[in-house]
């Protein structure tokens, strides 16, 4: 018989609310984590992604709603949920006056092993994260990615069920993202569930099998990465003229060829349309095909043409009506009240 711990669901939560003073971070959040996965909680900051996170940690009890962990309820069971999760925040969490292994080795004593037992634990995690090298140095000198990787390694020294991840790779370069990446791969193939939340599309979409898409507290689209891909169009086609004057002749025959609106950029030159929409029986490709001959019958040069797939800021522009950006005033005024 298969453990709880990967069937069923590891989070629920219905209609979660949670306030600031005036500002409400959470407004009526709903989620259904399956247990053994790593589901991505994926939006700008200040969309309410960290203040779900500590109320299903419970490190903040909600004003309104309800949410279990693994069946046990989070305000009136916490120390039960306590007991089976672990967070990694988005800053270092580990004492920076101590060495990799003497961290390691404190958490240790503090859940309970002994110093041999806590000692052996350590040296097994830094081998596993490709820090036993630097094991013996102070934090305060590790890389970004370094820290990321002893927080993550201080996270999973007694293996939790859930694995709360807040934006763990913000800030690292591409060689330390992809290092975490696999670090996560890793503990997920142990068994533990994964709720990872991040401003990076790329990133959920390599780890996440399913993503909420969070705005102002709510969630307003969820799915696989390619579900929430393909609901906004299945790539986005972007062209540059080589004459400005010909771009209002060129935005007329491309939304006559795709059938969608088509986005003029601040370069006068350039011009973006998504494509492979609902309700198109073409796919994405044969579009942008049959845009650029419609173009080159109407006489219109070409001189750079690309088929992406959506960005962030096109996913978050089609549900929101807004670019995914920080909105500044709204962290500023979180972080003020808590």
């Known amino acids: 018989m298969m453990s709880e711990r990967t069937t069923g669901l590891a989070i629920e939560a219905e209609g979660l609310t949670r306030s600031f ?13 399956p247990a053994g996965t790593v589901y991505g909680l994926l939006g700008p900051n200040g969309a309410g992604k960290t203040t779900a996170v500590r109320v299903l940690a419970t490190l903040l009890r909600p004003d309104g709603g ?4 693994f069946g046990h309820d989070v305000v009136t069971q916490a120390d039960r949920v306590r007991a089976r999760v672990s967070l990694t925040g988005q800053y270092a969490s580990v004492d920076e006056d101590l060495t990799g292994v003497e961290n390691l080795v404190l958490l240790g004593r503090l859940l309970g092993l002994r110093k041999p037992a806590a000692r052996e634990r350590a040296d097994q995690l830094l081998a596993a994260f490709g820090l036993t090298d630097a094991g013996a140095r102070q934090v305060k000198k590790y890389s970004g990615g370094m820290r990321r990787r002893i927080d993550i390694a201080a996270s999973i020294l007694n293996t939790p069920d859930l694995l709360f991840l807040d934006e763990p790779t913000t800030g690292l370069d591409p060689r330390s ?33 399913r993503i909420a898409v969070v705005d102002h507290g709510r969630v307003i ?52 349309a998504r494509v492979g929409s609902e309700g198109n029986d073409l796919a994405a490709g044969e579009q942008a095909a049959r845009a650029l001959a419609d173009l080159a019958r109407a006489g219109i040069v070409v001189d750079d043409f690309s088929l992406g797939q959506p960005s962030l800021d096109e996913v978050f522009l089609a549900l929101t009506d807004h670019p995914a950006v920080p909105d500044d005033e709204r962290d500023e005024q979180l972080e003020a009240a808590r």
């Open 21 to 33: 003073g005036e500002t409400r971070a959470l407004a009526g959040m709903d989620l259904q984590v």
């Open 66 to 69: 309800r949410a279990r962990v």
């Open 177 to 209: 993202r992809n290092q975490v990446w696999e670090i996560v791969r890793a503990v997920v193939a142990h068994g533990t569930t994964v709720l990872l939340t991040t401003q990076y599309l790329d990133e959920a979409d390599q780890l996440a099998g």
């Open 221 to 272: 689209a969820e799915g696989t990465p390619g579900e929430l891909k393909s609901s906004i169009g299945a790539g986005t086609v972007h062209l540059r003229l080589r004459d400005a004057a010909q771009r209002p002749e060129a935005e007329k025959v491309l939304q006559a060829a795709l059938g969608v609106p088509v986005q003029l950029e601040a370069d006068s030159l350039a011009l973006t």
